[in-house]
């Protein structure tokens, strides 16, 4: 123990000298204990900008030349979390992967800012049941209690800076990390206390009720990738659409019947506000992704968004994903050949979709090695469903899973390994089934599909 506190106070001080010599260079280093990668990955947006691979010690150190300021984020596969860097830092982190983000230490040049923006993003994380029960209250009362606690964040903030010499744009990170989480519990409010209660509000908020939308940006690139302003802008276009649609869209009895004007109104929306193009992007692709995989349209139907998404976002950096989604969900639909990915048997032969759904009525079900309450479940779901369906085979199939590994917790759970295989190409597999979410089950009778967007757990399976 005291020689890794002599190594964190060397490597801080090293670090701190190195960027007081190279100038504007950041310095980012630091150890993982019990680490599930080999490799720390740095991102900045969607964009990989360095990598480091653990030495014997499992430390790892990134020096970036003619850095941007601002929210980065740092993975170390399966987790990740933000780190907020500016010219000149100098910045060290530990953590133990057993405990990821309760473990997370920041020191060093930068290390006030980042520890102050994982406290809140704990804070959050532990605030939510409270907050859920507070969706029950009457909107007057859920106003001010929100209010209150979102004070008490910038309270914390305004200490924070009296001890601290934060930039400018630090000040506005962290500020932003505070307001848009509460703001995203308005935009939540009247949905959720009917969810609880059965009592619609929307006519009875508070006039003050939204004045925070007076102060929102919707251009600030800095905020882009910050989770709590992003998952904001989510529920902030889905709300504004939902009550826009309220009178003339298709909604009835609070239920949203013309999903297809729905999001095509949300998308135009988008549009026509957010003109930072990244945020636009993602706004347009998360719209994309929710209409396609959640509702589960026409082909007519689906023809038709995508048509719309390209008129408005043609030039769109995600569009060729949104394209092979699509392409993906028109071939799973009902009467179509299920698609002819080849997949493993115990034995390591190959074998195809086609040729194990051929002249059977199947239902495939998807886990993987990496979840592992996720295989419990759905592999005693599997054998449930099984007993009360005899006309049909359950037919498991494997992801991201390696062949050792994949054969033990067969044999733990004791499954019958002549209906269980292992996709040879995991994201072939991914994209050709679209698997999502993983409780998903395919349907065939006769290797046609009958149902690719069923449930394991759906009632009326």
């Known amino acids: 123990m005291h020689k890794h506190l002599l190594y964190l106070f060397l490597f801080v001080l090293v670090g701190c000298n190195v960027a007081e010599k190279k100038s504007d260079n950041i310095f980012f280093a630091g150890e993982i204990v019990n680490p599930t990668n080999k490799y ?3 991102y900045k947006g969607g964009d990989v900008i360095d990598s480091a691979q653990l030495d014997t010690n499992n430390r790892f150190s990134l020096e970036l030349g003619s ?9 170390h596969s399966p987790e990740y979390q933000y780190v907020y860097l500016e010219k000149g830092d100098s910045l060290l982190i530990r953590l133990n992967t057993m405990d990821f983000d309760e473990s997370l230490v920041f020191s060093g040049s930068g290390g006030e800012i980042n520890n102050f ?12 049941p409270f907050i859920y029960a507070m969706y029950r209250l009457e909107p007057n009362e859920f106003n001010k209690k929100i209010d209150s606690l979102k004070q008490s964040k ?3 903030l305004e200490i924070l800076v009296t001890e601290s010499d934060l930039s400018k744009k630090e000040m506005e990170i962290a500020e932003a990390s505070i307001v848009y989480n509460y703001y995203t519990y308005k935009e939540k409010y009247p949905f959720k206390h009917k969810s609880y209660t059965g009592n619609k509000v929307v006519d009875k908020l508070p006039s003050n009720f939204y004045d925070y939308r007076e102060t929102l940006t919707f251009e600030n690139k800095d905020f882009t990738y910050l989770r709590p302003y992003y998952n904001f802008m989510i529920n902030h276009f889905g709300n504004r659409s939902y009550m826009s649609c309220s009178e003339k869209c298709g909604i009835k009895n609070d239920v949203v019947k013309n999903h297809l004007h729905f999001n095509k ?3 135009n929306l988008i549009d026509s506000v957010v003109k930072e193009k990244d945020l636009k992007d993602n706004l347009f692709r998360n719209v994309a992704f929710d209409y396609l995989l959640q509702i589960h349209d026409t082909e007519e139907n689906n023809r038709i968004f995508i048509e719309e998404f390209h008129k408005l976002s043609g030039n769109n950096k ?5 394209d092979e989604l699509y392409k993906g969900i028109l071939n799973i639909q009902p009467d179509k050949e299920i698609p002819n ?16 759904a051929k002249n059977t009525k199947t239902v495939f079900y998807f886990w993987s090695g990496t979840d592992g309450r996720h295989f419990d479940n759905i592999t005693r779901r599997a054998n449930y469903l099984s007993s009360k369906m005899p006309k049909y085979t359950f037919v498991g199939i494997n992801l991201k899973t390696d062949d050792t590994k994949w054969k033990i917790m067969m044999e733990t759970k004791n499954l019958d390994k002549a209906y269980q295989y292992r996709a040879e190409d995991f994201e072939e597999a991914m994209k050709a089934l679209v698997i999502y979410p993983m409780n998903k089950c395919i349907i065939t009778e006769d290797a046609k599909i009958v149902d690719a967007f069923s449930n394991m757990y759906a009632s009326s399976f």
């Open 40 to 42: 720390v990955v740095l």
């Open 67 to 75: 850095p941007e300021n601002g929210l980065y984020h740092f993975k």
């Open 265 to 267: 109104h949300k998308l």
């Open 154 to 156: 910038l309270d914390e």
């Open 341 to 356: 990915i080849n997949l493993l048997n115990s034995e390591g032969e190959r074998i195809s979709l086609k040729e194990i």
């Open 117 to 128: 923006l994982l406290e809140l993003f704990l804070a959050h994380e532990a605030e939510e």
């Open 318 to 322: 995600h569009i060729s994903e949104i």
